[in-house]
């Protein structure tokens, strides 16, 4: 579930919580739904751009730290790595 659809469902519930006599079992049930809804925290998923740019550079980074294994790096091949923001 998404931000959004978490969202509808409290507001959703809170509605429903204003219809229901307080005393009763269903209003109890509710509240407990509503509390997990206010727990539950959606997931980070990065986005496919980001894990394309990060194994970009970790390929680079990689071929960098080879070719200086054998040979001396005597360019400025390392300002080719974008700095992290």
Not at 11 to 20: A, H, P
Not at 58 to 81: N, P, R
Request: glycine residues 2%; proline residues 6%; positive net charge.
């Amino acid at each position: 579930m998404n931000r959004k659809h978490i969202k509808a469902e409290k507001e959703r519930l809170l509605v429903e919580l204003t219809m229901m006599e307080p005393s009763s079992e269903e209003y109890h049930k509710t509240v407990e739904m509503y509390v997990r809804l206010d727990n539950l925290k959606p997931r980070f998923r990065p986005s496919p751009d980001a894990i394309l740019a990060l194994l970009g550079t970790l390929g680079s980074v990689l071929v960098i730290v080879m070719y200086e294994q054998k040979h001396v790096l005597s360019t400025k091949a390392l300002t080719f790595i974008p700095k992290v923001k």
